[in-house]
């Protein structure tokens, strides 16, 4: 980089890789030093889905399901793009390396995609999980009367088998998603002597306390990292911008800057996409709790467990990017509004000192 100062487009492709790599570096060390809380954290989100897999209830393994068909989609996309990427700079690479310098070029290319593979599908399956608990939990509150539900007792029938064994995404309709049973998110909660409504309630609160302590462990985690990630994407999608205006200026091609540019903005949008999920999941949690049949139960003990349950909802499920930025569609168009802004001021500039 130091050799090519006055060789613009070099010197764009060296930065235009050392800052995805950077970020890559702080995700790799983030999950070496964290192993032990990750994997806790993993444990804590997973089990929960390893259990409620097996329902008799057609609405909880369609929305099992389609998390799956997301989570596989979403594999596919990343692998594809990380393809699309990894091949477009190592073509960079053999035209201005040779010998060692490209041999360690590659690899550092390779590993690099390969750990900020793992990474970002480990984090946003992470978030994608617990909106699936969020959605049986919602459930869960509106089927507290056992009268109302029966508790699940994880003995499918052959019609609800059948459904599911023949899932097709694009032909999912909106019945099959609800759910008609009261879940048990525990091995313990699904053979209950005496079933009632104060015991649901403790048990969706207890549920729901788990799910808020989730969230809290996974952004002492993880939002420090994102934070570092959310500037970088910012500052590399400015800096492609950049490069693609220079590019037309100059007569060059503009295909890298774009294929780049689009693979920061796409991980950005996910994660934009899957933190507004979780917002809008809490949001409709807080209405389930609303929902719950507590006016045939006038009691103290029932007034008290719903005004625990209501002060649990006051606090925002939210995936942080630090301390004070939270991932969300809103966040998202800010964005890209900056990046608008930033476009025409530098095209105003461009013509101006032309």
Partial sequence: IFQNLANIEAVSDVVGLLAPLSVTTIKIVKLHTSQKRIYELIESIHKPIELLKYSSDLGILTT??????????????????????????????????AGLAFFIQFWAILIGCIWFALFDLLVLGLIRWINVQIEILQSNYRNCEPVIAER????????TYIQIENYEYFKVTEGQYKIKVFAPFEAEEINVVEDSFILRLKTCIKHHQGIINCIDKFNDTFSLTLRFQMFTSNAVMYFYLYQASWAIKHNKSIIKCVILF?????????????????????????DSQYNVPW?????REVGNLLIIALIQSVKPLEIRAGYFSVFSVKKFLSVIFVL???????????????
């Fill in 64 to 97: 099992i399901r389609t998390a799956v068909y997301h989570q596989n989609f979403e594999l596919a996309l990343f692998v594809s793009m990380l393809s699309v990427v990894f091949s477009l700079v190592l073509f960079i690479s053999l035209k201005t390396s």
């Fill in 152 to 159: 699940d007792n994880f003995f499918i029938n052959e019609d």
């Fill in 262 to 286: 689009f693979s920061v903005i796409t991980e950005l949008f996910y994660y934009c996409i899957l933190g507004t999920l979780l917002t809008l999941q809490g949001e409709v949690l807080r």
């Fill in 295 to 299: 006016h045939n139960y006038l009691n």
């Fill in 340 to 354: 608008q802004k930033a476009s025409s001021f530098y095209a105003i500039l461009n013509t101006v000192m032309n």
